[in-house]
């Protein structure tokens, strides 16, 4: 089963949902342990392992195609330049300019130079790094070069890793654009981790519109509950959106998170939390109707 | 004209907070909300639209069932993967390159533009306002934020203003690329936790990278001295001013329910506490205008502020 960590923006929780669920279905102590995947997509800013501290290695590097423009052959008939919808093309008199960063790797300037002048050859993105060895949860995570746009091709790498018999926890970037339809596209359950805020709120509902126009179930966890008023609840009461865990506003927790700490390793009573919740998206999916709470 | 943008290396470190706060106390100036994806903004300084654009993105591949004749080389040239078995295009998979174009041999493909948001331009009670609304699953938001910047310029011009505070978007991806470009100083407000510092690097290191002069506030500083002083010690060793230290304090969250930045809640305010701490948002609002003032030519900014590696 495929599980996504998404919020309307950044800070509200999202990787610390992710981190603590990923550690409590792994956890050898209790008795469901299970294979968990444990995937940080947010390859803009991966934050997950200066929690783990994993040891990672490169599995591999995220390229992109891109053209090398022979000019001997070349004759500037511009049909690449007039084509490329990324501006990436620029047909000077005597040249035609490539501009790498903003080429997207379509191949549309290959297929159509006459003069086949247009070779490929890769530009590299990113990487995918993985946890070494036997770690639990098994780790991966992908990493976007400094300056470089293409996050979402990070992201589709990344996800090629999933394994289809495992439990995989995506932690998805923050936003509703593009990234994070590449993250929570085709994962089975979404959960959204917001908080009880003005702004948590107003990123709640754009949330929501996302993982409805995706056709993902989903549910919410109120993170930092009891700061703030009770607009999220009333929310999702009125919208029927089961309410999977509130996390409370607790100087502990936060101070583990300011130490780089999961909070289910100090304080072990949550790992049961978590497992519930677990089952209780376990029982949502399968059509289930029960009140959870 | 000088241009200041707040950004933090992530979402939830205060940076909208902290830029209403500005906002309120700025006299002269525009207001642009660049964080297009997660706009917040205009939850505290409430808008009044007063010109409203259509903003496009990349145009999305449209296949005519009629014209098609299943020949598949659509499906087999179309690198993201976006022509279903059907011959149907999903919107959200395809970047709009318009190869399927040019190999169908039978024109069933067509390319359409469509409507990725809106970009404002607006007044609020602290003066005009640019910023805009993305859709959802949109691409390209660092032309939108383009488009609200050059909306930003014209309203300043429109109303003399002589600055622009921008609410820069979260991470360091193509949007924050779009919002801190061409601006006179980058604010990056951050937090004292294992992931703050992490972001912390990697935002300065593209503040560095476009050469901008950059600063730093700490949010929350309270929450872990030690940590603190780590982004002290790293910020000192890159040459890179810490103009402000902010303690961990509700008043943030109160003001923000109320609707109102922190300068007006504390206004009302008998709070001791309170406001002390919007007295030390007045300060870190004070050095960055000195320092904008500094920056009249951006050599001498530069020299000001001591950059590395400039
Ligand atoms: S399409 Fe080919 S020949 Fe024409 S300008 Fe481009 S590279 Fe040159
Ligand atoms: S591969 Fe596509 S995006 Fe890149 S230059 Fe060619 S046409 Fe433009
Ligand atoms: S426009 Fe490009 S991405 Fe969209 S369907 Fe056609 S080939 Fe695929
Ligand atoms: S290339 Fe054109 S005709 Fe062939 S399957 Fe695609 S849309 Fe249909």
């Known amino acids: 089963m495929k599980i996504a960590i998404a919020s309307g923006k950044g800070g509200t929780g999202k990787t610390t949902v992710s981190l603590n669920l990923a550690l409590s279905l792994s956890d050898v102590q209790l008795d469901v342990q299970l294979d968990v995947q444990l995937f940080d997509c947010d390859v803009e800013e991966p934050n997950c392992n200066l929690f783990l501290g994993f040891d990672l290695e490169k599995v591999e590097d995220v390229v992109c195609p891109v053209p090398v423009i022979d000019q001997e052959k070349c004759n500037i008939c511009r049909q690449c330049s007039d084509f490329c919808r990324y501006n990436a093309l620029a047909a000077l008199p005597t040249r035609v300019l490539f501009f790498p960063s903003l080429c997207h790797g379509c191949g549309g300037c290959a297929v159509l130079c006459p003069e086949k002048a247009i070779q490929e050859t890769h530009r590299s993105l990113g990487v995918i790094e993985k946890a070494k ?7 991966y995570r992908g990493l976007l070069n400094i300056g470089e746009t293409m996050t979402s091709a990070v992201i589709k790498a990344l996800k090629k890793h999933i394994d289809s018999r495992k439990t995989a926890i995506l932690d998805a970037p923050p936003g509703t654009s593009c990234p994070v339809i590449a993250s929570v596209d085709d994962v089975d359950y979404c959960v959204l981790v917001t908080e009880s805020t003005l702004f948590g709120f107003h990123d709640l509902k754009l949330a929501v519109g996302v993982v409805r126009a995706l056709k993902v179930p989903f549910g919410v966890i109120i993170n930092r509950w009891g ?62 109707e029960e009140e959870i709470t | 004209m000088k241009q200041l943008t707040v950004i933090s ?28 994806d997660t706009a917040d903004m205009h939850l505290i300084l409430k808008p009044e639209i007063l010109e409203k654009e259509d903003y496009y993105g990349f145009e999305v591949a449209r296949i005519d069932p009629e014209l098609c004749i299943e020949c598949r080389k659509c499906r087999e040239f179309c690198r ?8 149907e295009v999903d919107p959200y998979g395809c970047e709009g390159c318009a190869v399927c174009t040019i190999v169908c041999p039978n024109g069933a493909v067509s390319m359409e533009q469509r409507v990725s948001g809106q970009s404002f331009s607006s007044e609020t009670r602290f003066g005009p306002m640019a910023h805009a609304k993305l859709g959802i699953g949109e691409e390209a938001s660092g032309k939108l934020v383009s488009a609200v910047r050059s909306n930003a310029k014209k309203l300043a011009e429109q109303y003399h203003k002589d600055l622009i505070i921008i609410d ?10 779009a919002a801190i470009t061409g601006t006179d100083l980058v604010l ?97 609002w004070a050095r960055v205008e000195n320092i904008l003032m500094g920056v009249q030519d951006k050599q001498k900014g530069i020299k000001t502020l001591k950059m590395k590696n400039l």
């Open chain 1, 133 to 139: 060895g036997k770690s639990s949860p098994e780790f």
């Open chain 1, 227 to 288: 700061l703030g008023d009770s607009r999220v609840e009333e929310y999702c009461k009125a919208e029927g959106i089961p309410v999977l865990l509130k996390i409370p506003n607790d100087l502990r927790i936060a101070e583990l998170y300011s130490r780089g700490i999961p909070f289910v390793r100090e304080m072990p009573e949550w790992k049961e939390k978590f497992l519930d919740m677990f089952e209780a998206i376990k029982l949502q999916l399968a059509g289930v």
């Open chain 2, 9 to 36: 290396g992530k979402g939830g470190t205060g940076k909208t907070t902290l830029t209403a706060a500005f906002a309120s106390l700025a006299k002269n100036a525009v207001i642009a909300d660049c964080d297009v």
């Open chain 2, 80 to 87: 993201y993967g976006a022509v279903n078995e059907n011959f």
């Open chain 2, 168 to 177: 820069g978007p979260p991470g360091t991806g193509c949007s924050t690329i």
């Open chain 2, 188 to 284: 990056v407000v951050s937090e004292p936790t294992v992931s703050g510092i992490h972001d912390l690097k990697r935002i300065i290191e593209l503040a560095v990278h476009f050469m901008i002069p950059t600063v730093v506030c700490i949010n929350k500083s309270d929450i872990n001295e030690e940590n603190t002083q780590l982004i002290e010690n790293f910020c000192a060793e890159q040459e890179i001013p810490v103009i402000g230290r902010l303690p961990y304090n509700d008043i943030v969250t109160k003001a923000m329910l109320q609707e109102q930045t922190l300068i007006e809640y504390t206004k009302g305010s008998e709070c001791l506490n309170e406001s002390e701490f919007s007295d030390q948002v007045c300060q870190i």
